[in-house]
């Protein structure tokens, strides 16, 4: 089955760090751009960060940019966001999205809720 | 930063009705805009791509136009499954950026 989960997401003090995985399934995860898309609460979907396939190439909103690092394990086909020095801002629920760089976004997983908070 | 301005902000319709949503960019994106349906609690759903092509499993209510800055999705008539959020979203240029989403509500 194609599918996108996420998992890891909680309540994380201000200024601390978190790590949220990706697990995909389903298709070539290898030769796939992927990114993270987040939505506060409230609030619409935000582009955060995407890796290429390879990971060569990364880009990042400049909102998160120095703070989050996007990063992807081919051979387990898992994608991660390492996210520091979190604010109450970054409370999101986020989502991992295939594609990004030069396609859209044509799949997503149901997201994790991180709360910043202290 | 291209922003996406999207009108208007909710529709109240009912089923059966024609739903026109628009996406405004603030500068030239060509053809490289996409629309997504967001259901809350489930993950969004790519519906049309490069502005007119409906993705993969997509019914053929669901019909993009337009190119450069103005853009338009039509729902032809409305299921009661289709009550969600409607986001525009961009590709031409990074950041990589959405609009703040149409609501489309049961009248």
């Known amino acids: ?118 | 930063e291209i922003v996406l301005t999207q009108s208007p902000a909710a529709l109240s319709l009912s089923p059966g009705d024609r739903a026109t949503l628009s996406c405004r960019a603030s500068q030239r994106v060509s053809s490289y805009l996409a629309w997504y349906q967001h259901k809350p609690g489930q993950a969004p759903r790519l519906l049309i791509y490069d502005a007119s092509n409906r993705a993969t499993g997509i019914p053929a209510r669901f019909s993009g136009s337009g190119s450069g800055t103005d853009f338009t999705l039509t729902i032809s008539s409305l299921e009661p499954e289709d009550f969600a959020v409607y986001y525009c979203q961009q590709r031409s240029n990074w950041p990589r950026t959405f609009g703040q989403g149409t609501k489309v509500e049961i009248k």
């Not at chain 1, 979907?45 to 890796?51: A, G, N, R």
């Not at chain 1, 999205?97 to 997201?111: D, H, Q, T």
């Open chain 1, 1 to 118: 089955e194609v599918q996108l989960l996420e998992s890891g997401g909680g309540l994380v003090q201000p200024g601390g760090s978190l790590r949220i995985p990706c697990a995909a399934s389903g298709f070539s995860f290898s030769s796939s751009a992927m990114s993270w898309v987040r939505q506060a609460p409230g609030k619409g979907l935000e582009w955060v960060s995407t890796s290429s396939g390879s990971g060569g190439r990364t880009y990042y909103a400049d909102s998160v940019k120095g703070r989050f690092t996007i990063s992807r394990d081919n051979s387990n086909s898992n994608l991660y966001l390492q996210m520091n020095s979190l604010r109450a801002e970054d409370t999101a629920i986020y989502y991992c999205a295939k594609g990004g760089e030069n396609s859209y976004f044509n799949l997503w997983g149901r997201g994790t809720l991180v709360t910043v908070s202290s």
